[in-house]
């Protein structure tokens, strides 16, 4: 046996609430997804820049970075590689494309004559647009 408690009539009346809770899951979800990719999209190869005083340049949307670290090795993006294998690395990286731009970052313990070698082959491979990185001083 059923008891009505409510005596009214059999109409259901529209509801005027807009119900924020999947809306709320979702942005949350996605606020996750970007706060794990983010860190994910940086070039993690730990070096010490130099400053320069020239007004900072915009940047491209897929850089390839090629670091020069302060033992002399060298890394395109976060791989290490031989300086004779930097010419098919760089290959890779930029699909072929010898007019991109490749950008160069020197450890400040790095030797003159060790940039001059990784310039060298990046000639000798085609690679003419080169771009130094450095640190904003003020």
Same mark, same amino acid.
């Given at each position: 046996m059923a008891i009505r408690l409510d005596?009214?009539?059999?109409?259901?009346?529209?509801?005027?609430?807009?119900?924020?809770?999947p809306f709320i899951d979702v942005m949350l979800v996605l606020l996750i =997804?970007?706060?794990v *990719?983010? &860190?994910? %999209?940086? $070039?993690?190869?730990?070096v010490d820049l130099p400053s320069s005083t020239a007004?900072?340049?915009q940047r491209p949307p897929n850089?390839?970075?090629?670091?020069?670290?302060?033992?002399?090795?060298?890394?395109v993006?976060?791989?290490? =590689?031989?300086?004779? *294998?930097? &010419?098919? %690395?760089? $290959?890779?990286?930029?699909?072929?494309d010898k007019g991109q731009r490749i950008f160069v970052r020197g450890d400040k313990a790095t030797t003159y004559g060790q940039v001059m070698?990784?310039?060298?082959?990046?000639?000798?491979?085609?690679?003419?647009?080169?771009?130094m990185v450095g640190m904003e001083s003020r």
């Open positions: 005596h009214g009539t059999d109409e259901l009346t529209e509801v005027h609430d807009i119900n924020v809770t =997804i970007f706060m *990719a983010a &860190p994910l %999209a940086t $070039v993690d190869v730990p007004p900072p340049q850089p390839v970075f090629l670091t020069i670290k302060p033992d002399g090795t060298i890394a993006g976060d791989d290490t =590689i031989a300086l004779t *294998a930097l &010419p098919a %690395a760089l $290959v890779s990286a930029t699909r072929a070698q990784v310039m060298n082959v990046l000639r000798d491979a085609g690679y003419l647009k080169v771009a």
